[in-house]
């Protein structure tokens, strides 16, 4: 086929050179045309009728690169989705998908993104890890289908953030869920969510008036770090940092009621609180609090703000070009005169 398609070529070259005088300029011009027609019909070829899995691959090729790029910090599936759950009853945090035979899927707990669970569908293994203190102990399940998270005789301690990440056809998927295991004992044993955005101030309240008796503890995370502590009778209003530093001089008291506030917040701010005041009865009350990152605030309004910009500067651009071009030509007209 390839013999017979330039044999037909030559022919029309010589056809050409018979009907009409050529000059050695349009030789070689007739030479790199025919040159061109023969490369183009080779790699045509090539491409559609001798490999068939070489075209497969190049589309693949093409949606992998699409997938990648539409799964950018803005999308959807970084939400972070509340979860409530009564303390001793299942809960279910839901991938919304059926496995796939090729999927990898992790699940991490707190903002450090400890590891508590893994899929590798193609391999059949579905592991569960707990993490150093022991909370989880033999309370974590992987649902078969669908790669859920199901936590059994929920602990207030499970409150939190978890994360699952879903790698799929070299695309990520990833879902966030902000946990709050409630109390049942009292209304004092619930976890309060509250949600700040980085770099805000927060105040987690104590609903209450400082008494004259009053001693008031503030606690962060497991093992219960003192924070921050008040005895009203001796007038005492004290804050203290954790081992690493995080909250310095970020802690302030309120002189009323004792809530505590916690000023230019930092994604690592995010976890438990509690505070126990101490008057006639002891009261617990424990906050689960959620910073988010400043970034995933520029949501998709500054990316079409951002676009927009960079058409109009493309159209600037290319209207310089156009004027340009024309005064050379007017100016060459001029000459020409």
């Known amino acids: 086929m390839m013999l017979w398609r330039l044999n037909q070529l030559q022919f029309l070259h010589q056809q050409i050179r ?16 025919v040159w061109i027609l023969l490369v183009s019909d080779l790699n045509f070829k090539l491409f559609t009728s001798v490999n068939h899995h070489e075209v497969i691959l190049k589309s693949s090729t093409v949606t992998n690169s699409v997938c990648v790029c539409s799964s950018g910090v803005f999308a959807d599936s970084d939400a972070v ?14 991938t919304n998908t059926e496995l796939q035979i090729d999927d990898v899927i992790m ?20 592991s569960t890890y707990d993490v150093l203190d022991g909370r989880f102990r033999d309370r974590l399940k992987l649902d078969h289908q669908t790669g859920s998270l199901i936590i059994t005789n929920t602990r207030t301690t499970d409150s939190g953030l978890y994360g699952v990440k879903i790698i799929r056809n070299r695309t990520v998927i ?3 869920f902000n946990l709050t295991v409630s109390g ?18 927060v105040s987690v309240e104590t609903n209450t008036k400082l008494q004259t008796d009053d001693v008031i503890m503030w606690t962060f995370e497991h093992p219960e770090t003192l924070i921050a502590d008040i005895d009203t009778k001796h007038i005492t209003f004290s804050t203290y940092d954790v081992l690493d530093g995080r909250f310095r001089d970020r802690l302030k008291l309120d002189n009323q009621t004792g809530s505590l506030t916690i000023t230019n917040t930092r994604t690592t701010d995010s976890g438990l609180y509690g505070v126990t005041i101490r008057s006639r009865t002891d009261i617990t009350y424990r906050f689960n609090l959620i910073v988010s990152d400043s970034v995933h ?38 000459l020409d005169v």
Do not use: P
């Open 107 to 126: 699940w991490t707990f707190g903002l450090s993104e400890t590891r508590i669970a893994e899929i590798n569908k193609e391999y059949r293994i579905f």
């Open 81 to 94: 989705k509340s979860v409530t759950v009564m303390q001793g009853d299942s809960v279910s945090l839901q």
């Open 18 to 33: 018979v009907l009409f005088k050529i000059t050695t300029e349009m030789q070689l011009l007739i030479n790199f045309v």
């Open 297 to 334: 605030c520029c949501d998709s309004a500054e990316a079409v703000i951002r676009l927009v910009f960079t058409a109009l500067v493309g159209v600037a651009a290319a209207a310089a070009v156009v004027v340009l071009v024309y005064d050379i030509r007017s100016r060459r007209a001029e």
């Open 184 to 201: 049942v004992f009292a209304d004092s044993d619930a976890v309060k969510s509250v949600s700040v955005k980085e770099g805000d101030s």
């Open 174 to 176: 990833s879902h966030r």
